[in-house]
């Protein structure tokens, strides 16, 4: 399979907050993006594919450590099946294992500062498994993750 050219966007669904990172046009880059909430957060994820023109999203799913799937997972699922309805098939849609990315995203965060800022570390959370996906792609040239069946 060839590699979609164009932007990604990793998504790290929260409870409360959900943090949106996106890659430049090449694929190289990983950059905190937004946060997004509130009851309408799908419609504002498939509004930023739209505008900024992504081709490849990757949702990150919250498994145990030992690799099974808990209802965290299950929550994230039924997101991704609301957002696939939102995007038809306008953009590939990957799951991604997110396991350690929210306290690898903490580890990242300067010393100094005095109490971490939750949307930093859910958007830091996203780039982390953007990061990850972007250098998979590299290795492997394919896709990360895997495709979702919602």
Do not use: C
Not at 83 to 98: A, I, S, Y
Not at 126 to 149: Q, W
């Amino acid at each position: 399979m060839m590699l979609p050219l164009g932007r990604r966007l990793a998504i790290d669904i929260g409870d409360v907050r959900t943090g949106v990172a996106i890659s430049d046009v090449t694929g190289m880059l990983a950059s905190p993006y937004a946060t997004v909430s509130g009851e309408d957060y799908i419609s504002k994820l498939a509004a930023i594919v739209k505008s900024e023109e992504v081709v490849v999203v990757y949702v990150g799913l919250p498994l145990h450590l030992s690799g099974t799937e808990g209802a965290a997972a299950a929550k994230v699922r039924v997101e991704v099946g609301k957002l696939r309805q939102e995007l038809g098939d306008l953009v590939w849609l990957r799951l991604l294992d997110e396991r350690l990315t929210t306290k690898s995203a903490n580890s990242k965060l300067t010393p100094n500062q005095a109490k971490p800022n939750r949307s930093n570390i859910d958007q830091l959370a996203a780039v982390e498994i953007l990061d990850f996906a972007l250098n998979s792609e590299r290795l492997n040239n394919e896709l990360a993750g895997y495709e979702s069946n919602s």
